[in-house]
Structure formats: structure tokens, C-alpha cells
């Protein structure tokens, strides 16, 4: 029998609460014609311009491989463009990509807005502060 009490089980709500935004985070890009991984993508290079495929890997939570995939799908959407000027590619949106992430920015926003929608500022920073810890303390080894 399962030790696990489904009623009280933080990380099992946890997912759920994941699963939830996920779909509703599906929803919202579809009008967009963006995937969450590839929305996450453009995102980080809006902030931090000249990423390789690993960094941007690591910052989607996908593979190397995937993000491959995802970036030869944004260049040919001509989202993003690649400078292979080095040993790695580096990659940068491109003034279509700029323009298309602010409606999908918007959008994002709003999902999330309405995910908060029960708590007040003070809760939003706990819950923020308490996310925080919990992914520190599984990331220490």
C-alpha cells in the first residue's frame, strides 16, 4: 500500500497546479502559434540576447536535441536568427519575433494573473519565496 496521503501531498498538488498551467498556457499561445517550449525560448532571448542552444536548452527545460528542433522551426517561422560567427551559433529574435513575443508576453501574463487570482501581494510573494526554497533544497545534492 502506497505511503503517500493524495489529500496532503504537496508535491502531487504541485503537479496538478503544473499540469493546469500548462494547458491553459497551451491555450493562450495557440492564438500565437507558439508551443510553451518555443514562447520560453523567444522569452530568454528577448532578456538575454546571443544564447547557444545549450544555454537555451537548460532555460526550457528541454534536451539539446529538442531545442534543435525548436530553433530550426523559429529560424524557418524566421522568429529567431543564428549568428554562427563562433564555435557556438548564437542566437537572437528577430524584429517578427520581437513583435510576435509581445502578444504571446501579454497573453502569458494574463494566464498567470489569473492562476494568482486568490491571493493578495503579500501571498504572491510567499508562494513565489516558498517555490523558490522548495527547488533550492532539491537542487542541493
Request: glycine share 6%; net charge negative.
Amino acid at each position: 500500500m502506497s505511503q503517500v496521503d493524495l489529500d496532503t501531498a504537496v508535491g502531487y498538488v504541485l503537479r496538478r497546479a503544473t499540469v493546469a498551467l500548462r494547458a491553459a498556457m497551451d491555450a493562450a499561445l495557440r492564438e500565437h502559434d507558439l508551443t510553451v517550449s518555443q514562447y520560453s525560448c523567444l522569452e530568454q532571448l528577448a532578456h538575454r540576447p546571443g544564447l547557444t542552444n545549450t544555454e537555451l536548452a537548460r532555460g526550457t527545460f528541454v534536451s539539446r536535441q529538442a531545442m534543435h528542433q525548436l530553433l530550426a522551426t523559429l529560424k524557418s517561422t524566421d522568429l529567431v536568427q543564428g549568428d554562427e560567427g563562433g564555435r557556438h551559433e548564437r542566437f537572437t529574435l528577430t524584429d517578427d519575433g520581437a513583435r510576435h513575443l509581445t502578444g504571446a508576453s501579454k497573453a502569458v501574463a494574463a494566464v498567470q494573473e489569473r492562476m494568482l487570482t486568490p491571493f493578495d501581494a503579500e501571498q504572491r510573494r510567499r508562494l513565489y519565496a516558498d517555490l523558490v526554497a522548495c527547488a533550492e533544497a532539491l537542487s542541493q545534492q
